[in-house]
């Protein structure tokens, strides 16, 4: 963890999803001090008829980022900033369409290679 889940709109080319993987890898490497090991981003190719904002159908990017909790409010708010930024710069989508969510675990609710995470370090 984190980890980071892209709804996006079908038909976003390989090299631009691993463009935005880097990059937002990165971010979370700066910004929250996460260790690379522990970052994973999923790309979830949605039709027209799967997402829908107003009940109308939509091709907004809605991205949810999964971290444990300890990092500060200052923090998480430049991260999820960060990432709107990133998709809007290698997609060329509008900031408009994008939302960002990040949503916040303890470690002791976190296991990867079954154990249990460390705490987040403190940022």
Known sequence: MPIIVCENRVGLKAEVKAEI????????????????????????????????????????????????????????????????????????DSEDDIEVAAALYPARHVVRGGERLAEAPRV
């Not at 909790?69 to 997609?91: H, N, P, Q």
């Open 21 to 92: 993987a880097r990059k937002v890898t990165t971010a979370i490497q700066e910004i929250i001090r996460s260790p690379l090991d522990l970052i994973s981003v999923v790309f979830h190719d949605l039709d027209e008829q799967s997402s829908y904002r107003s009940g109308r159908p939509t091709t907004d990017t809605l991205i949810f980022c999964h971290l444990r909790d300890g990092r500060s409010d200052g923090a998480i708010l430049s991260l999820i900033k960060e990432v709107s930024a990133i998709w809007s710069a290698c997609t060329g």
